[in-house]
């Protein structure tokens, strides 16, 4: 009998979510015993599971602590399949690495699993790699390709220099994970030799091949500019500046220190990759977590605008400050818009 | 040619006059037009950048004038530039020349080869690129011999082009005599100096099934480091061009192209591998499974290439012997960074795998490590240390007996979600003749954590303006957040934490360790 996936994912979940490692573990390998293939297990079990776990902390049912301990266990859960078959290597030699700074390593480390599935030679450096360390890996190893991760957007200016530095000692890279864009815009922005939106989709990228050297680039990526250099410097001091001010407003309901950090940051990895949508998702995304930890999209307007007026001198950021104020306001608008309907829908109201 | 459908008069309709000049000023290839007298009517922006002295007006300069209408390109030289040059009769006694520049073979190839040899450090992948540059330029099969690194066989990459990839294989030494001219050639010796060979004698191994007969071979050295970095065999199948003068040339240039690449990367290989020996003790161990507890330990050294630093940690499991005592764990930080520190670590870690087989008190180690400390050789050897003796205890408790000189004193994380710092002090080891100790036992129960940091986690300085130190206080605050993590992820979330505080600035070597009584999850 072929086992239930999905019932199977929702009880990893479970035992994920109370940290029992030896009850995620010995699920995953009691499915590889009933014959499920590794690779469903690592993308239909462990990866949906995982990305759940992303959606209940970004709507606040989990506390970040709870969702750092299910990651872990499923870290510990992937290296059971990779330990439980492992078949012998048949092709190239691939090195799985994540950006500098980069801590979201489980992605990495299932596709770096998969491709040992499908017979390449696959290592895994782990989270936040520096790059001097994985030139020297490069160097010493000689591997036919870097696979390099990256979840946030916020690390593609480092994800860049990372992918340059590759290229020039002659290794082509395949780019992976959410923040190349959902379409991997920003991977062919900063010169990836190829792209894959999943682990599975690298595997098959890797099998239809990939040049043995980085094709020669005429020019260089137009990322960058002076006001990105700008905020680049002085982010520290635009942050302090935005929290004096907002605190001088006396901000009835306002986020934390660190959101203003986050908005500085996908700002600044906006400016480098000249693509406003980068900022304006991104300002989606944080209104619908803040309001799940009961924190206004209204915050998030009033946040952006003082950004705005700090950053007199740079008309290109306050552009994109402009698009995330009025995406935050839709934010808003819709939350109040859907209140009303509530109100109207209410029982005995009146 | 195809014309807008509906257009009556196609040729003067579609093509105004206009438009036709603005297409022969746009056009990348060089246009020109002469009458039956031979005097040019038409030169368009592109042919008079190629050739200069072209001129309406005048006759077609030479060595224009000597290509003959025909369907093929000739190459020609003007003012020593390549140009290739087509010309087409258009009736009436009119003829057009077509220009292109001719990037020259030699010129591509040695701008190929300079980005792709000089790319790379690893040998395999120099001798990948050299063999890939030969089929590209010169021949249909290339074979990279590598100088054999250990034992006697000798590694062999080998392109051919259709193929899924390279081969590479390993041959012994008597093996490689069999290709003509090879062992001369390995040892960098050459017998021709365009290193031609017979191809008749080319044994089958060297080249896959189904290639067929070799008609052109050349053999030659890669020139190293005064030694040889190997040889380069090119292949040609019977019935194509010998090596011609050209190719000799170029094939010459690759060789020693090659070699440059293949003896500067084994180099980088041997020192690596040395390297990789030397510093293979001073990394932190793998932290063993202990009955009754778990471990998760975090090192991060400042300096990002050589992964070591002054930051240590390292774990004493009891041995079989005269002194009884129960595991034992330690974190420290030696004064400076880098590869000095790191080296006056790893003594400190020896020194006192030594001392523990005579010694188990805690207080009595770290007299005994202070005086060997300051007994050392080299200045500055100031070390602060913690040092944790582990004992289970019943009910699943673990009691830690610790001892700390110089180091800031461990976190303890409560059931409950608090934090305490360990009253146990203790001076510097290093500096002076007597030092002064004040331990301490901390009793853990199931689930509750011990936490061993260096500095360099306190003092970083980053954060929201940049300016500001991480501290104490906020490590406290972290750790109370991390109540209901596993063990591991409790202390990657506390490397993450600061190593976001810091924000890609200024680093200190950072370490982390944590003990945790009981299995599993506190809960």
């Given amino acids: 009998m072929i086992p239930d996936l999905p019932a199977a994912a929702r009880r990893y979940l479970e035992l994920i979510g109370r940290a029992d490692e030896e009850g995620a573990v010995g699920l995953v390998v009691s499915l590889l015993d009933e014959g499920v293939p590794a690779e469903d297990v690592l993308l239909r079990v462990i990866a949906t ?65 998969v491709l040992r599935l499908r017979g390449w030679h696959a290592d895994f450096l782990g989270a936040s790699v520096p790059g001097p360390q994985l030139i020297t890996y490069l160097h010493r190893e000689g591997p036919d390709v870097v696979a390099l991760g990256c979840t946030l957007a916020t690390r593609l200016p480092r994800a860049h220099a990372l992918i340059a530095a590759c290229q020039a000692v002659g290794v082509p890279v395949l780019a992976g994970g959410a923040g190349f864009g959902a379409d991997g815009r920003y991977a062919r922005l900063l010169g990836a030799d190829a792209w894959a939106p999943t682990a599975d989709a690298a595997a098959d990228r890797l099998a239809s091949g990939l040049p043995s050297f980085p094709s020669a680039r005429e020019g260089a990526a137009r990322v960058g500019g002076e006001e990105y250099v700008y905020l680049t410097r002085h982010r520290a001091e635009l942050v302090s500046r935005v929290a004096a001010t907002l605190k001088e407003a006396h901000t009835p309901e306002g986020g934390h220190d660190d959101d203003l950090g986050y908005i500085a940051d996908y700002l600044i990895a906006a400016m480098y990759v000249h693509d406003a949508s980068l900022f304006t998702d ?6 619908g977590v803040l309001l799940a930890r009961k924190v206004p999209a209204e915050f ?37 818009q859907r209140r009303a309907f509530d109100a109207g829908h209410a029982p005995f109201s009146g | 040619m195809k014309w807008a459908t509906g257009s009556a008069d196609p040729c003067h309709r579609a093509v105004s006059p206009g438009l036709m000049a603005a297409l022969l000023e746009h056009s990348r290839e060089g246009v020109v037009v002469c009458d039956a007298d031979g005097v040019v009517t038409l030169a368009n922006p592109a042919a008079v950048r190629l050739a200069p002295r072209l001129e309406p007006g005048l006759p077609l300069p030479a060595p224009l004038d000597s290509v003959l209408s025909a369907p093929e390109a000739r190459v020609v030289t003007h003012d020593g530039r390549q140009i290739q040059v087509r010309a087409e009769e258009l009736g009436e006694g009119r003829i057009a020349w077509y220009l292109t520049a001719e990037t020259s073979r030699r010129t591509e190839f040695l701008l190929e080869a300079a980005r792709r040899l000089a790319a790379s450090l690893n040998p395999h992948r120099c001798a990948r690129a050299a063999a890939e540059l030969g089929t590209r330029f010169l021949c249909d099969a290339a074979v990279v011999f590598l100088p054999p690194a250990s034992g006697r066989r000798i590694e062999w990459i080998r392109v051919v082009p259709g193929r899924s990839g390279p081969d590479e294989g390993a041959v012994p030494a008597a093996a490689a005599a069999e290709v003509p001219g090879l062992t001369d050639a390995l040892a960098g010796l050459r017998e021709d100096v365009a290193g031609r060979q017979d191809p008749g004698g080319t044994p089958d191994w060297l080249l896959p099934e189904g290639f067929g007969p070799v008609g052109h071979l050349l053999v030659l050295p890669l020139p190293g480091n005064s030694v040889s970095a190997g040889a380069l065999v090119l292949a040609r199948r019977a019935g194509r061009p010998s090596f011609d003068e050209d190719d000799q040339g170029m094939a010459y240039d690759l060789a020693t192209r090659a070699g440059a690449a293949i003896s500067a990367a084994c180099l980088f290989r041997d020192q690596s591998t040395v390297n990789g020996i030397l510093t293979g003790d001073l990394l932190p161990p793998d932290l063993p499974e202990i009955e009754g507890m778990r471990l998760a330990g975090r090192l991060r050294a400042s300096q990002q290439a050589g992964a070591i630093g002054g930051d240590f940690y390292d774990v004493y499991l009891p041995e079989s012997g005269p002194v009884e005592r129960p595991p034992l764990v330690i974190l420290g930080d030696v004064c400076g960074k880098g590869a000095r520190a790191a080296v006056l670590a790893g003594q400190v870690r020896h020194s006192l795998r030594t001392l523990l087989l005579m010694e188990s008190r805690p207080e009595r180690l770290l007299e005994l490590l202070n005086r060997s400390l300051l007994a050392s050789p080299s200045p500055h050897s100031y070390v602060t240390l913690i040092l944790a003796a582990l004992r289970t205890a019943p009910g699943g408790h673990v009691q830690v007996d610790l001892a700390v000189a110089g180091h800031p004193p461990p976190l303890v994380l409560r059931r409950d979600g608090t934090v305490e710092e360990v009253a146990v002090r203790g001076s510097l080891l290093g500096a002076l003749q007597k030092i002064s100790l004040w331990p301490a036992t901390v009793d853990l129960a199931p689930g509750e954590t011990c936490l061993l940091y260096s500095d360099g986690i306190t003092e970083a300085f980053g954060g929201p303006s940049g300016r500001e130190m ?18 591991d992820a409790l202390v990657e979330r506390l490397e993450q934490l600061s190593t976001d505080w810091l924000r890609g600035g200024q680093q200190d070597d950072r370490a982390l360790l944590a003990v945790r009584a009981g299995r599993g999850a506190s809960r």
């Fill in chain 2, 470 to 487: 991480f501290g104490e206080e906020r490590l406290r605050r972290a750790l109370a957040s991390c109540a209901v993590m596993p063990v």
């Fill in chain 1, 49 to 113: 599971s995982q990305r759940r776990v992303g959606e209940l902390w970004e709507s606040d049912e989990w506390p970040v602590a709870r969702e750092h301990g299910a990651t872990k266990v499923s870290e510990r859960a992937v290296a059971a399949v990779g330990a439980h078959v492992r078949p012998a290597p048949s092709r190239g030699r691939v090195v799985v690495a994540c950006a500098d700074g980069e801590y979201h390593a489980l992605p990495a480390h299932i596709v770096t699993e």
């Fill in chain 1, 300 to 336: 998030v307007v009033l946040a952006l605008s003082v950004f705005r007026d700090v950053l007199n001198d740079c008309p290109r950021a306050q552009a994109l400050l402009s698009e995330g104020v009025a995406a935050a306001q839709m934010c808003s608008a819709a939350r109040q």
């Fill in chain 1, 282 to 287: 991104y300002v989606t995304w944080t209104c």
